[in-house]
Each structure stands twice: as structure tokens, then as C-alpha cells.
């Protein structure tokens, strides 16, 4: 029923008008604001995941000139996997899960160093030429490239302050913003490990708990 029939059909009251001006105002707000709310969020980690995907094939072509229109605000990362429980299937959250459960426990160095492999490989024609391609190599089961990938546990975030930090630290690298500390290495192991690929291989760097090569 439209305004202009009620107060036609009502006493003309100051609190007859009070009250239709509340019920109208209430009903409005309901059915305008809301689904602005539960949309923001959604339309937000899309836009964010287009300029990843963007960002990642200017990586694979040696694009250094990147426009700020592009760039992947923290905002923006942090709406695509807020909590790391999204599936690795876009290039931020593939880089930043590496990150994570290869150094979290190392700081921004640990995990720049495994950053730089990840992308070093993706720009390698003889690996995978996209960062979730490199991570997931030879499955999720069996012989991979990752031992997190392929251990048959969760890939699921548990602690969200280091996660906060390899997401950024994903996030600088797709925008072009973090230096390859590892000298353009393309393999790694933890120092404690000897893996028997190690001796044919020149070593490049020493970042926290893990030696870094190439070939």
C-alpha cells in the first residue's frame, strides 16, 4: 500500500506521521543496504583475483612496468583467502600457502626465499608456467615437488598471524615489489636434510633454515 493511501485513511497525527515515517525508513534501509553488505565481500576477492591472475602472467613475460591500477592492495589479498581456508586454485593463494608452510616459522625472509623458487620455476620452461602449476606438480598424492602438497593432510591455515605475513609477502611478489634473494634459484632443502640431487647443483643462497640452487 503506498504512502499517500494510508495517511488518507489515517488521523492526520504528529504521531500517526512519526510512526509511518519510522516503518517506511525501516523498510527501506532493509531492502537497500543489506544486500550491498553480503555483496561487497564476494565482488571484492573477484576483482583482487583478476588483477592476481593479471599480475602473474606479466610475471611469466618479464613485465617490470606495471601500472598502479594494478597493483594488489593488502586489502585485496587479504579478501581473496582471509582465513587460508580457500582452495589453492588462484595464484595468490598458491604463492602465499607455499609461504606459509614451507617458512612460517622463518619471518619475511624464510618466505621470500620460497617465493622466489616458486616464481623462478614458473618463468622456467622446464617446469609448469603458472605459480599454482609449480606448486601442485606431480599431484597431491604420491611423488611431488612440495611435501605439504602431498603429505594427505590439510593444506588449511592454523596459525593466522603467519599467514598474514607469507600472504603479503605473496602479494609484493605478484606486484613485482620483492627482490629474488636466492639468486635465480630454482630448487631447495632444509638444512637439516641431504637430498642426493644436492652435490650436482650450485648453491646460491643460505635463508634461515634452507640451502637454495640452481642448475
Known sequence: ???HHLMRHAPCTTRTLRHLVL???ITLAAGCSAPQAADAPASTATSAVVKAERLENLLAQGETNIPDTLLLTQAGARAIDPNGQ????????C???AAYWEAKG?????MQGIVNVVINRAADPRFPDSLC?????GGETGSCQFSW???GRSDDVREPKAYA???DVARQALNHQLEDTTDGALYFHARYATPYWAKRFVRTARIGQHLFYRN
Open 1 to 3: 500500500m503506498r504512502l
Open 23 to 25: 516503518v517506511f525508513g
Open 86 to 93: 580457500r582452495p589453492l586454485d588462484d595464484p595468490l593463494t
Open 95 to 97: 604463492l602465499a600457502r
Open 106 to 110: 622463518e619471518g619475511k625472509s624464510g
Open 133 to 137: 602449476g609449480v606448486i601442485k606438480q
Open 149 to 151: 602438497w602431498c603429505d
Open 165 to 167: 605475513q607469507a600472504r
